[in-house]
C-alpha cells in the first residue's frame, strides 16, 4: 500500500512535471544546462539552503537557464545532498590539509542548537571547499549525462517545433533573402 502512494507521489511530483517541461519543446542543450545547474547547487552541502542559490541563479541567468528543470532537478538531488555532506567534509579536509572532523552525535547536536564550536564551523568550511572544488566537475559531468538524453526525449514528447538553429553543414546553401 505505501509503495502504491509512493508511485502516485513520484508520478505527480516528478514525472508529470518533466513530461509537461519536454511537451513544451525546450531546447536540448538548455535543458541539459538547467538540469546539470539544477543538481549541482541541490547538492550544496548546506541543507536548506539549496532553494535561494537556485533562485539566484535563475534570477542571474534569465533565459539562459530553464526554471522548471533547474527547481525540478534541485528537488531530486535532496537525498543526493543528504549523502555526499560527509564526502564534500572529508574532500575539504583533504585539500585544506585540516584534521580530521569525528562526527559524532554531540558534534550534530551543536550545530542544531546553534552551540557550534570552532571544529564545528571549520567543519562547515572544508565541506564547502570541498563542494566548491567538485562542484564545475560535476556540472560538466552531467552536462555531458544529460545532452544526448534530452536531444531523445524532447523530439520524442514534443508538442511545439524546436528552433532552427543548427549550423549549416558545407553543403547546404542558403538562399539570399532581400
Not at 66 to 75: I, K, R, S
Not at 102 to 110: I, N, R
Not at 125 to 143: E, R, S, T
Request: hydrophobic share 50%; aromatic share 8%; charged share 15%.
Amino acid at each position: 500500500m505505501a509503495n502504491n502512494g509512493l508511485s502516485i507521489w513520484f508520478k505527480k511530483k516528478v514525472v508529470d512535471p518533466l513530461h509537461e517541461i519536454l511537451r513544451r519543446g525546450a531546447e536540448p542543450k538548455l535543458l541539459a544546462f538547467s538540469a546539470a545547474l539544477g543538481i549541482t547547487l541541490g547538492v550544496f552541502p548546506i541543507c536548506g539552503t539549496t532553494v535561494i542559490l537556485c533562485g539566484m541563479a535563475i534570477a542571474s541567468l534569465g533565459s539562459h537557464c530553464h526554471a522548471p528543470t533547474v527547481m525540478l532537478t534541485n528537488v531530486l538531488a535532496t537525498p543526493i545532498e543528504l549523502s555526499l555532506i560527509v564526502p564534500f567534509l572529508r574532500f575539504g579536509e583533504i585539500i585544506s590539509g585540516g584534521d580530521h572532523f569525528p562526527l559524532t552525535s554531540d558534534a550534530f547536536k551543536k550545530v542544531l542548537t546553534g552551540q557550534a564550536s570552532r571544529e564545528v564551523l571549520l567543519s562547515i568550511a572544508h565541506a564547502l571547499l570541498g563542494w566548491l572544488v567538485a562542484a564545475p566537475l560535476i556540472f560538466a559531468a552531467l552536462y555531458i549525462l544529460f545532452l544526448p538524453c534530452f536531444k531523445v526525449l524532447v523530439p520524442k514528447f514534443s508538442t511545439v517545433p524546436l528552433s532552427p538553429k543548427k549550423a549549416l553543414s558545407p553543403t547546404e546553401v542558403r538562399p539570399k533573402e532581400n
